[in-house]
């Protein structure tokens, strides 16, 4: 007995080794379908998020699809149809790359965020998308015309979240409140364009009217011309006597050795100066004093601070 056992127990190992190989077999082709399955899975729902929020539009003949959110994303595939050209042959400039990695630092975009590829064909999703400022720069790369253009419907999708595309047109006429919307806005965009437009213009003519008066002003203040406390005290119709007094109450000056000085805090600020006037003393001789005089600057603070403002 025991020997008819040994005789198969080779046979045995064979099998047994032949039947775990097989068992791995089917495991790996089990893992691997699975695996090519999710990847399927996952291809298709990144295009499927990709056609969420398009904006599509024509561009002489050629579609070229927007995806609108806060990070706007062209299709950049789609912009290099008309040209004959790839957007890999843009990406592997240098200067696209530092323009990506200012992008990305300015930002705090990740690199897929400014670029990517998906799978599939550009109508259904597919193809190489660029965020707007690398698109615009892609854009001049390829044409001068299309950056103008692009910009222009960027520009309208921002402002309206909508480009004048047939499927927009449709859209309205099947969406009343849409359309009631999108003109509303229109409206109050015209209503603060003409408001800022007459501002400006009342701004502009209240400049030119003001010119002559601002002119004599800056002339005034720049005069050399001085004035003695008796031809100020003559414009309010007082005496220089009451002005000096009324001045001195209202803690502007005080007299010191016969000469009327102003107080520290108004001193520096040019209004007033001193000159040495001469004059006869009776024994005949030749005498000087110092006297107050109020310049263009004086004489404004004067007026100001009479008149109470």
């Given at each position: 007995?025991?020997?008819?056992?040994?005789?198969?127990?080779?046979?045995?190992?064979?099998?047994?080794?032949?039947?775990?190989?097989?068992?791995?077999?089917?495991?790996?082709?089990?893992?691997?379908?699975?695996?090519?399955?999710?990847?399927?899975?996952?291809?298709?729902?990144?295009?499927?998020?990709?056609?969420?929020?398009?904006?599509?539009?024509?561009?002489?003949?050629?579609?070229?699809?927007?995806?609108?959110?806060?990070?706007?994303?062209?299709?950049?595939?789609?912009?290099?149809?008309p040209f004959n050209k790839r957007p890999n042959d843009y990406l592997s400039l240098s200067s696209t790359n530092e323009l990506i990695n200012a992008i990305t630092r300015k930002n705090g975009n990740c690199d897929n965020q400014v670029v990517t590829t998906l799978p599939g064909s550009p109508e259904n999703g597919g193809g190489t998308w660029m965020n707007r400022i690398l698109a615009l720069d892609f854009a001049q790369w390829l044409s001068v015309d299309l950056k103008l253009w692009c910009?222009?419907?960027?520009?309208?999708?921002?402002?309206?979240?909508?480009?004048?595309?047939?499927?927009?047109?449709?859209?309205?006429?099947?969406?009343?409140?849409?359309?009631?919307?999108?003109?509303?806005?229109?409206?109050?965009?015209?209503?603060?364009?003409?408001?800022?437009?007459?501002?400006?213009?009342?701004?502009?003519?209240?400049?030119?009217?003001?010119?002559?008066?601002?002119?004599?002003?800056?002339?005034?203040?720049?005069?050399?011309?001085?004035?003695?406390?008796?031809?100020?005290?003559?414009?309010?119709?007082?005496?220089?006597?009451?002005?000096?007094?009324?001045?001195?109450?209202?803690?502007?000056?005080?007299?010191?050795?016969?000469?009327?000085?102003?107080?520290?805090?108004?001193?520096?600020?040019?209004?007033?100066?001193?000159?040495?006037?001469?004059?006869?003393?009776?024994?005949?001789?030749?005498?000087?004093?110092?006297?107050?005089?109020?310049?263009?600057?004086?004489?404004?603070?004067?007026?100001?601070?009479?008149?109470?403002?």
């Open positions: 007995m025991l020997m008819e056992w040994a005789f198969f127990m080779p046979y045995i190992k064979i099998f047994g080794c032949l039947y775990v190989g097989f068992t791995i077999l089917i495991v790996c082709i089990s893992v691997s379908s699975v695996y090519d399955n999710r990847f399927f899975l996952l291809s298709l729902t990144l295009n499927a998020n990709s056609m969420e929020n398009l904006t599509v539009f024509n561009y002489n003949g050629n579609e070229i699809a927007f995806k609108e959110g806060d990070n706007m994303m062209i299709n950049a595939t789609q912009m290099a149809k910009t222009e419907r960027i520009d309208e999708l921002m402002r309206y979240g909508m480009t004048a595309t047939k499927p927009t047109i449709d859209a309205m006429i099947d969406n009343p409140d849409l359309l009631i919307k999108l003109a509303t806005q229109l409206k109050e965009e015209r209503t603060n364009a003409e408001r800022l437009r007459v501002i400006a213009e009342l701004q502009e003519k209240e400049i030119k009217e003001a010119a002559p008066k601002v002119e004599y002003f800056e002339k005034a203040m720049s005069s050399k011309s001085s004035y003695t406390t008796t031809q100020m005290a003559q414009e309010f119709g007082l005496s220089a006597k009451t002005l000096n007094a009324r001045l001195a109450k209202m803690g502007v000056q005080y007299r010191q050795g016969g000469a009327w000085i102003l107080y520290a805090k108004y001193q520096g600020n040019g209004y007033t100066h001193t000159v040495s006037v001469p004059y006869m003393m009776a024994n005949g001789e030749q005498g000087t004093q110092i006297q107050t005089r109020w310049t263009e600057k004086g004489r404004k603070f004067l007026h100001d601070l009479m008149d109470g403002k």
